[in-house]
Structure formats: structure tokens, C-alpha cells
């Protein structure tokens, strides 16, 4: 089992499908942003074609594929912030703007709109109640992959240290949102340890 990784990334293995992981802390890029845009459709055939023609490693693509998009993505960011807050860079930030300026970066390039807070004192929620990547009804446990790695690589640029991510929530499920848990490695393979024995994520982190 893996989380998000490919040849050359900072990546490490994890002991479960489901954790995207970023396990360096990644220098500011000051690059131009990629500049290419994959819409919700094209996004959507990619899991219809993996689950169909390779199942066994959907997963494992899915968040590849998502991690690789995370620096375009934080680029994009980074490029986006000036004109519309006048913060420089990241680091500039307030700690109390984070959750405003990631919602309104993240709707206005298609991915939707989220809620980003703490719970517990390990660990961030993002919540969004129309998550791009998301297909409402269509599986019964969370599917939002790419989102996985994409975050994991995302939020390990913002915050300069190793991150990961899994999705625990779902509107693939029929869940009222899609949330994601961004932690330390090492504090979400535990919280998926525990979850395999039946408890909640947000037991295990509240405690």
C-alpha cells in the first residue's frame, strides 16, 4: 500500500492507500505558473478510465498524478496573491486570512469552495460543499484521490514542512462535503490505524 509518490518527489511510503504524503519541505518556487488548466470532465474520464482498465492501481495513480499537479497549483497561487490581497508571498499572511484566502483562491481556479481549520492540535480540516473532483452518489467510500495529492504537495509548500493528506469525507458517498485531513505523516498513519479499529478521526485527534 502507498500514498501519493513518484520517481524523484520527496514523497515516502505509508501503510495506507488512502494518505497522500509530502515528505520534504520544499522550497518557495518562484516560477511562472504552468499555465494548463484540466477541467472537471477531463478529470472525471481519468477516474472512469483507471477504475475501469486499471483498478488495481487507481489510487495509486490518482494521487501520483495529483502530487506532480501540486507545485502548478501553488505557483498559481503564489502568483495570484498579490493583486488580490497585496501580500507578496505566502509567508506574508496572516494567520487569520489563511482560511479566507485559500477559499477564494481554490473557487476562483475551479476547485470550489473550502473551509480550512484546525481540530485538535495536530491537525487541519478542509471542507468544501462542491468539491471539483467529487461526483455525488457515485462510490461509497471517498474518491477524491488526485485532491489528496495535490493537497499533500500544496500544503506542504505553504507550510514548509512535511505534510500529508486523506480525504475522509465524501459527496462521491453522498456526505454533505468533502473533507481532508492535513497533518504530519506520521499523525495521519496513526489516525488511519485507529480508524481501521473503528474509531472516529476526529476522536483520535481530539484526545
Known amino acids: 500500500m502507498r500514498s501519493s509518490t513518484r520517481p524523484n518527489s520527496c514523497a515516502a511510503h505509508a501503510p495506507n492507500p488512502k494518505l497522500a504524503s509530502h515528505m520534504s519541505a520544499p522550497a518557495l518556487s518562484t516560477a511562472a505558473t504552468d499555465g494548463l488548466t484540466v477541467g472537471r470532465g477531463a478529470l472525471r474520464q481519468l477516474h472512469i478510465s483507471l477504475l475501469r482498465d ?15 499537479a501540486g507545485e502548478g497549483v501553488f505557483q498559481a497561487f503564489c502568483a495570484w496573491l498579490p493583486g488580490q490581497t497585496g501580500a507578496a508571498r505566502p509567508d506574508d499572511l496572516d494567520a487569520g486570512q489563511l482560511n479566507d484566502v485559500l477559499s477564494a483562491f481554490f473557487q476562483a481556479v475551479g476547485w470550489g469552495a473550502l473551509t480550512v481549520a484546525p481540530l485538535g492540535n495536530a491537525a487541519l480540516v478542509v471542507d468544501s460543499g462542491d468539491w471539483a473532483e467529487a ?60 480508524m481501521t479499529r473503528g474509531k472516529r478521526y476526529d476522536e483520535v485527534l481530539e484526545r
Open 54 to 68: 486499471a483498478a488495481e492501481h487507481a489510487v495509486t495513480i490518482l494521487q501520483e498524478a495529483g502530487f506532480a
Open 135 to 194: 461526483e455525488p452518489g457515485s462510490a461509497e467510500t471517498p474518491m477524491c484521490f488526485f485532491s489528496s495529492g495535490m493537497l499533500a504537495d500544496f500544503f506542504g509548500r505553504l507550510s514548509g514542512e512535511p505534510v500529508a493528506v486523506m480525504e475522509v469525507e465524501c459527496r462521491s458517498r453522498n456526505d454533505p462535503r468533502c473533507r481532508f485531513l492535513s497533518a504530519a505523516p506520521d499523525t495521519l498513519n496513526a489516525v488511519y490505524e485507529e
